[in-house]
């Protein structure tokens, strides 16, 4: 069964402390992953897109990062601006996409 | 460039009655996709469509849900007649195409709330 598990549920940092949230998937044939960002109230928002393992993505503060099993979003010296609900979905091989419960992510000043 | 358009941003109905919402893509987007996202979760794929075809609808429940994408640019999600546990918020997506480029642009989505 295609499956996409966040982890943890909720993190919260202290500015500038540097962290990883994890996504790990089963997949049947895996076309794609991606990472997005949600803010309250709003429907997410496209950060990255994996294609294979190995590959790695950047964008300001973040990194993304894909192995056959998982995937990291890295987040380094976080301002409270990164404070939102982080989504990982995958696109399987039929085309379907799934998403994780997501990461919520609260960054103190 | 304009995102995805929705509306009504909110809805507050009966248990049983019908309701509708409505969705226009980025404009040149070929695929168009709807999502139900209950509180606490992540967004669910209820169904896929590619220009006026559905690719995939799997999740949705067609009992009391349909779906159309007419002319290959606005959709309507239907849900009649709805449920309390049909409470959500609705997501509308639209890509590319479904290849390489279908990365998903997502409206702000319409909070359901059945009462």
């Known amino acids: 069964e295609d499956q996409v598990t966040q982890s943890p549920e909720a993190l919260r940092l202290q500015e500038g402390e540097s962290s990883s949230l994890n996504c790990s998937y089963t997949v049947s044939g895996l076309r794609g992953l991606f990472w997005y960002r949600q803010d309250p109230g709003k429907g997410p928002e496209f950060l990255f897109t994996l294609y294979s393992a190995g590959e790695e993505k950047e964008k300001e503060r973040l990194k993304a990062t894909l192995t056959k099993k998982e995937s990291f979003l890295h987040i380094t010296a976080p301002k409270p601006e990164d404070s939102a609900t982080y989504l990982c979905?995958?696109?399987?091989?039929?085309?379907?996409?799934?998403f994780g419960t997501g990461t919520s992510l609260t960054v103190i000043p | 460039e304009a995102g995805v358009a929705q509306s009504p941003r909110y809805k507050i109905i009966e248990k049983r009655q019908s309701v509708a919402f409505w969705c226009n893509p980025i404009s040149g987007h070929a695929t168009l996709y709807w999502y139900q996202q209950i509180l606490g979760q992540g967004p669910k794929l209820l169904i896929q469509?590619?220009?006026?075809?559905?690719?995939?609808d799997s999740q949705l429940p067609k009992d009391r849900f349909s779906a159309e994408r007419l002319k290959g640019v606005d959709s309507t999600l239907k849900i009649q007649p709805a449920k309390l546990e049909d409470s959500a918020v609705y997501l509308c997506a639209s890509s590319l195409g479904r290849g390489i480029f279908n990365e998903q642009f997502f409206g702000p989505g319409t909070r359901l709330t059945v009462l």
């Open positions: 979905a995958v696109q399987a091989r039929g085309n379907q996409f799934y």
């Open positions: 469509f590619q220009n006026n075809g559905v690719v995939d």
